[in-house]
């Protein structure tokens, strides 16, 4: 059969280059072209990239404001290419933002899709779910709370487990230890705390200098930002400078690995940090009136993967809108060797574990959907 999927930033590459190659395995003969990246070029041959998420990018209002022209254009590009492929099916990978878009669009053309990785509905942009229920044939959910909720919208979603599982248990057998760690990128023996600033610009501007603060306050330690290669290092430069943090790139779970704890701004991160068994304090700063909105715009109690997954509070969660850093302090000693909460911690992430599933979610994922092809399955 033929596959036609769509990723546009660099977690959607990495899902979709694991379900690339799981329904290569469900179905040796699939046929595939995509938007997405370098991993799923890998997966599914660099003849059948069509777009690369580096040219797909747009975050955040102004941005997308200033690329109207641009997003409209390789969205008209993106209908011709799947008309002219003529898949069996449509996959959209997360990206809601154009994924929605296309999902329409192939509904109207009579192209099947599936919602891979579905949009954060439960959170904000509620409205969402009624395109959902109205374009999209199949939604295949990877957190487990999301079993629940989508029900009570009319939509019966399929649960095989979160892929990032695999993607984690994937790199853990090649990461380095802790010390050959520090050698590789010459760090001192203090112990190490991660910090994850995000993986945007605007992320990065507003929550690194808060990081940089709090890294001032525990000189025995030793604070690493894990840097993305997307970014150019001098961003992180102009935040970190003054302090006593180093800078490292691409490697994210090897500075996780080696890390006593860990500063995270939320997102996938949060999760990924959870599963690597490195307890964190979740931290995330914005404009004031944001703050002060968000019980009004955000329909969840947290805004961590950890603690929605987990239906209660088990990492902190810092949401602020000035540089103050006396609480993350004091949340973050409580987390280090001898810290009264790390135990527990810890604890909570072994459930954590449980809840979301073992490994091989993408191949689970990719053999429903192969199955579901087949059958002919009508949507929900």
């Known amino acids: 059969m033929k596959y036609y999927l769509i ?7 990495l899902h979709g280059a694991n379900l690339i190659e799981g329904l290569l395995k469900a179905d040796p003969q699939a046929e595939f072209r995509f938007w997405g990246g370098d991993l799923m070029a890998a ?21 997308v404001l200033k690329n109207l022209g641009t997003i409209r254009r390789q969205m008209q590009e993106c209908q011709a290419d799947v008309a002219e492929f003529a898949p069996d099916v449509l996959i959209l990978v997360d990206y809601p933002g ?7 669009w192939a509904k109207e053309h009579g192209i099947r899709t599936f919602y891979y990785i579905a949009p954060k509905v439960w959170a904000w942009r509620e409205w969402r779910v009624k395109a959902i229920r109205k374009y999209v044939d199949r939604l295949f959910i990877i957190f487990p709370f999301e079993r629940t909720y989508f029900p009570k919208h009319g939509i019966e979603p399929i649960f095989e487990g979160n892929p990032l599982v695999d993607a984690i248990e994937t790199r853990r057998t090649t990461l380095p230890t802790p010390e050959e760690f520090r050698r590789r990128n010459s760090l001192d023996q203090r112990p190490i705390v991660a910090l ?4 945007r610009r605007g992320e990065i501007r507003d929550n690194l200098p808060l990081m940089a603060a709090l890294s001032r306050k525990f000189p025995e330690h030793q604070f690493v930002v894990a840097g993305v290669a997307w970014l150019d290092r001098t961003l992180y ?22 890390a006593e704890a860990a500063v995270v701004t939320s997102g996938t991160a949060t999760l990924e940090t959870a599963l690597l068994g490195i307890p964190e304090v979740v931290v995330y700063r914005t404009v004031w009136w944001q703050v002060w909105l968000r019980p009004y715009v955000l329909k969840v109690p947290w805004v961590s993967l950890v603690n929605l997954n987990l239906g209660r509070e088990a990492v902190a969660e810092i949401i602020q809108s000035d540089f103050s850093v006396d609480c993350a302090e004091r949340e973050l000693r409580a ?9 527990k911690m810890l604890a909570d992430f072994g459930e954590l574990q449980t ?6 979610a993408s191949e689970r994922f990719a053999a429903r959907m192969v199955a579901e092809l087949k059958t002919g399955n009508a949507a929900f």
């Open 7 to 13: 990723a546009g930033e660099p977690s959607g590459d």
């Open 43 to 63: 997966a599914g041959g660099k003849e059948n990239l069509r777009k690369h998420y580096r040219e797909t990018s747009f975050f955040g209002i102004v941005q």
């Open 98 to 104: 154009f994924n929605m878009k296309m999902a329409r």
């Open 196 to 199: 994850l600033a995000g993986s």
């Open 237 to 258: 430069e102009q935040y970190i400078a003054g302090s006593d943090i180093r800078y490292v790139s691409d490697q994210t779970y090897e500075t996780l690995a080696a």
């Open 335 to 343: 987390i280090l060797h001898g810290g009264s909460k790390r135990g």
């Open 355 to 360: 809840i979301i599933g073992g490994p091989g």
